[in-house]
């Protein structure tokens, strides 16, 4: 596991679309799902990762608070299933249904989605406004699986309520912190450290 931080993508970027197969449906997932949501939420998480799995209940907390709601929430994972199996989209299936995830879960295989998003660790999330331009990127709070701080969802959590709320959505955010995306032999992204 190498630690790695978020990239911090600019404020204002427009969502990149994406078409992806959901792990549970097998049907492909784009923007487009998201239409009549005021916002929407992508998450770059795995399952391997300890980071991950330290805030996994949190996550599955999110959907029950804000599923029904006016945001729309999608995981994807694109890490290397050859190499790390635990992250192959029958796994992720079994996640999901394991943890109750209601949100969609995407696989992206070759990695591009998460380059176009500059995704560098999991968790890494990404929050759209209305017009799909993002208004968060980081952290979902301040606690990390050694630290003993309680996984609260703090930061993701008053992100989704501002924009929700036509309330700006504050601009210091802090970059999430987990494992490296496992990239692809010789598919790294200029930007993977």
């Not at 301040?142 to 969802?153: F, H, I, K, L």
Request: net charge negative; glycine share 6%; with cysteine.
């Amino acid at each position: 596991m190498v630690l790695t931080a978020s990239t911090m993508l600019p404020l204002g970027t427009k969502a990149p679309d994406f078409h992806l197969p959901e792990v549970v449906s097998g049907k492909t997932i784009s923007l487009d799902n998201f239409a009549d949501k005021k916002a929407v939420l992508i998450m770059f998480i795995c399952r391997h990762c300890p980071f991950v799995k330290h805030i996994q209940e949190e996550l599955v907390r999110l959907d029950q608070d804000y599923g029904k709601s006016n945001l729309g929430i999608i995981a994807i994972s694109a890490n290397d299933a050859q190499n790390y199996p635990n992250d192959a989209p029958e796994s992720l299936k079994e996640m999901s249904r394991e943890l109750g995830f209601e949100f969609l879960f995407c696989y992206d295989e070759t990695q591009a989605i998460a380059k176009a998003y500059t995704a560098a660790c999991t968790p890494d999330f990404f929050l759209f406004d209305s017009e799909r331009k993002l208004v968060y990127r980081g952290q979902l709070d301040d606690s990390r699986p050694s630290n003993n701080q309680p996984v609260t969802g703090k930061d993701i959590r008053e992100a989704i309520i501002a924009v929700l709320n036509n309330q700006p959505v504050r601009s210091e955010q802090k970059p999430s912190i987990g494992c490296n995306i496992k990239w692809k032999p010789g598919n790294e992204p200029s930007y993977s450290g």
